[in-house]
């Protein structure tokens, strides 16, 4: 090999990328100790930007195209270098390729809950998740913050800032929607255009991306308000519990009677019937909702009574003297009849006045005899 051939070979001629990953962001041309020669083919593709470094310097960027390099296209590296009248010599310098396409499939999510004040539930704790898209605008930019002296850039080195990012403006968001949590669904749309505005402010001046989109695809709740949640649906769907427990009685003594030879039948008819009883007798008190009150006999007097402040009756005479006798009403107890118009002590109404027995004093000690 001849010495022309030797420099023929140190030279480069062809500058390209030709990129086959999806996730890789920047590329450095792998000079070596190449140089690249006067009039070397620059091949820069669709979705690509390839900016030259000079001495730490970033110098001239190309948009896709095929390009002869030369004095006349290489304005700020030819600056750098101190080329007053051209290159006709061989030059050494960095090539990095930008890709500029979209990465899509991206994840994001919040790594710890989000805690606010919710309208329904008062303090609570979120997590969200979705998916995002990411692509470089400013190539240079990018390669002064972030790529710095990387042979190779991916996404996964700069996801991990993009979803801090994305997590940090969530919550911003969510504290100035003040949009409760159950309606939060109803405004992903929203709420996703509003947060992929406000992660782009964050990234795209000083780090030189862009995020063309962002979806919020869910907001949880913690699994036990959750829990909360679907026993209140299911009371509200169930409607009146009073209805609903008497039909789950009528199935389960159905089941029982069906296997009337069961230990477990006959405890659970047993269960039911006082369960049953209890209903009952509870549905027969004065003032028990839907209770039928039966009208007093005829000729009978009947009475309120004012007892610890709670009114009740209306009571036949019977179980007011009975009331009298065992003492739960006294004298200063307040009682009322349409015939009285107005509520009276007890011992003042004629009608009950003998019913109180006036108790007398002890006797005097017995005077001893002189």
Same mark, same amino acid.
């Given at each position: 090999?001849?010495?022309?051939?030797?420099?023929? &070979?140190?030279?480069?001629? =062809?500058?390209?990328?030709?990129?086959? $990953?999806?996730?890789?962001?920047?590329?450095?041309?792998?000079?070596?100790?190449?140089?690249?020669?006067?009039?070397?083919?620059?091949?820069?593709?669709? @979705?690509?930007?390839?900016?030259?470094?000079?001495?730490?310097?970033?110098?001239?960027?190309?948009?896709?195209?095929?390009? +002869?390099?030369? +004095?006349?296209?290489?304005?700020?590296?030819?600056?750098?270098?101190?080329?007053?009248?051209?290159?006709?010599?061989? *030059?050494?310098?960095?090539?990095?390729?930008?890709?500029?396409?979209?990465? +899509?499939?991206?994840?994001?999510?919040?790594? &710890?809950?989000?805690?606010?004040?919710?309208?329904? *539930?008062?303090?609570?704790?979120?997590?969200?998740? #979705?998916?995002?898209?990411?692509?470089?605008?400013?190539?240079?930019?990018?390669?002064?913050?972030?790529?710095?002296?990387?042979?190779?850039?991916?996404?996964? %080195?700069?996801?991990?800032?993009?979803?801090?990012?994305?997590?940090?403006?969530?919550?911003?968001?969510?504290? $100035?929607?003040?949009?409760?949590?159950?309606?939060?669904?109803? &405004?992903?749309?929203?709420?996703?255009?509003?947060?992929?505005?406000?992660?782009?402010?964050?990234?795209?001046?000083?780090?030189?991306?862009? =995020?063309?989109?962002?979806?919020?695809?869910?907001?949880?709740?913690?699994?036990? /308000? %959750?829990?909360?949640?679907?026993?209140?649906?299911?009371?509200?769907?169930? #409607?009146?519990?009073?209805?609903?427990?008497?039909?789950?009685? #009528?199935?389960?003594?159905?089941?029982?009677?069906?296997?009337?030879?069961?230990?477990?039948?006959?405890?659970?008819?047993?269960?039911? @019937? *006082?369960?049953?009883?209890?209903?009952?007798?509870?549905?027969?008190?004065?003032?028990?909702?839907?209770?039928?009150?039966?009208?007093?006999?005829?000729?009978?007097?009947?009475?309120?009574?004012?007892?610890?402040?709670?009114?009740?009756?209306?009571?036949?005479?019977?179980?007011?003297?009975?009331?009298?006798?065992?003492?739960?009403?006294?004298?200063?107890?307040? /009682?009322?009849?349409?015939?009285?118009?107005?509520?009276?002590?007890?011992?003042? /109404?004629?009608?009950?006045?003998?019913?109180?027995?006036?108790?007398?004093?002890?006797?005097?000690?017995?005077?001893?005899?002189?």
């Amino acid at each position: 090999m001849g010495l022309f051939d030797k420099l023929r &070979n140190e030279l480069i001629d =062809i500058i390209e990328w030709v990129d086959d $990953s999806r996730h890789d962001i920047a590329w450095r041309f792998p000079r070596y100790q190449n140089e690249i020669k006067n009039g070397a083919q620059l091949i820069v593709r669709p @979705g690509q930007v390839a900016v030259f470094v000079l001495n730490g310097q970033l110098a001239d960027a190309f948009e896709p195209g095929h390009y +002869t390099l030369k +004095t006349d296209n290489l304005p700020i590296l030819s600056t750098i270098a101190g080329w007053k009248y051209g290159f006709n010599s061989p *030059f050494k310098a960095e090539v990095y390729f930008v890709s500029t396409r979209q990465i +899509t499939d991206l994840k994001w999510g919040t790594p &710890n809950p989000i805690m606010l004040r919710d309208a329904d *539930f008062g303090p609570i704790r979120l997590r969200a998740f #979705g998916t995002y898209s990411m692509k470089a605008v400013d190539p240079k930019a990018l390669l002064k913050e972030l790529i710095g002296t990387d042979s190779r850039f991916e996404v996964d %080195e700069v996801s991990e800032l993009i979803r801090a990012i994305i997590a940090s403006a969530f919550a911003d968001l969510l504290g $100035s929607s003040k949009i409760s949590a159950l309606d939060l669904a109803a &405004n992903y749309r929203n709420l996703s255009e509003q947060l992929r505005k406000m992660a782009v402010e964050r990234v795209d001046d000083e780090y030189g991306l862009d =995020i063309p989109q962002l979806y919020i695809v869910n907001v949880s709740l913690p699994e036990e /308000v %959750e829990k909360a949640i679907d026993t209140r649906s299911s009371i509200g769907v169930i #409607g009146d519990m009073n209805t609903y427990q008497q039909f789950q009685m #009528g199935k389960a003594m159905t089941a029982a009677a069906e296997a009337p030879g069961s230990g477990a039948a006959e405890g659970m008819g047993l269960g039911m @019937g *006082f369960a049953m009883a209890n209903r009952m007798a509870q549905a027969t008190q004065p003032g028990a909702a839907g209770a039928a009150v039966p009208p007093p006999l005829p000729g009978q007097t009947v009475w309120h009574v004012a007892v610890n402040g709670h009114p009740e009756g209306p009571l036949p005479a019977q179980q007011v003297t009975a009331g009298i006798q065992s003492g739960r009403i006294t004298a200063e107890t307040l /009682v009322w009849n349409p015939q009285l118009g107005n509520w009276t002590p007890a011992g003042q /109404v004629p009608a009950l006045a003998s019913e109180f027995q006036i108790v007398p004093p002890p006797l005097p000690p017995a005077s001893s005899a002189s």
